[in-house]
């Protein structure tokens, strides 16, 4: 049974950092692409960053870009998200995703597995 665990999430002010983890098992995680989603209230869910299966390709939404930094661990099946520069527009629920695709896409269709998401709550 596939398993994504996010975590890491919280209530951080404008200006400030926080670094999300997702904990994967029941899949062989080296051979997923990864990615980022993040859900604000009454808005649809979205792509934040995707990685490639080694880690070597990244790709950001742009509202992200500059700010956030995704990684993996494939040794300890962990993905994280640095985001640094929070404002309020970052609070949402992000959502940790495995795509069994060989490319990082941006839409949610392609991701089969996702985590249980964490809040992430940025006062201004």
């Known amino acids: 049974q596939v398993q994504l665990v996010d975590s890491g999430g919280g209530l951080v002010q404008a200006g400030g950092s926080l670094r999300l983890s997702c904990a994967a098992s029941?899949?062989?995680?080296?051979?997923?692409?990864m990615g980022w989603f993040r859900q604000a209230p009454g808005k649809e869910r979205e792509f934040v960053a995707g990685?490639?299966?080694?880690?070597?390709?990244?790709l950001y939404a742009d509202s992200v870009k500059g700010r956030f930094t995704i990684s993996r661990d494939n040794g300890k099946a962990l993905l994280y998200l640095q985001m640094n520069r929070l404002n309020p527009e970052d609070t949402a629920v992000y959502y940790c995703a495995a795509s069994r695709s060989n490319v990082i896409y941006n839409t949610l269709r392609m991701y089969n597995y996702w985590g249980q998401g964490t809040q992430v709550t940025v006062s201004s």
């Open positions: 990685i490639s299966w080694r880690g070597i390709s990244v």
């Open positions: 029941g899949l062989s995680f080296s051979s997923h692409i």
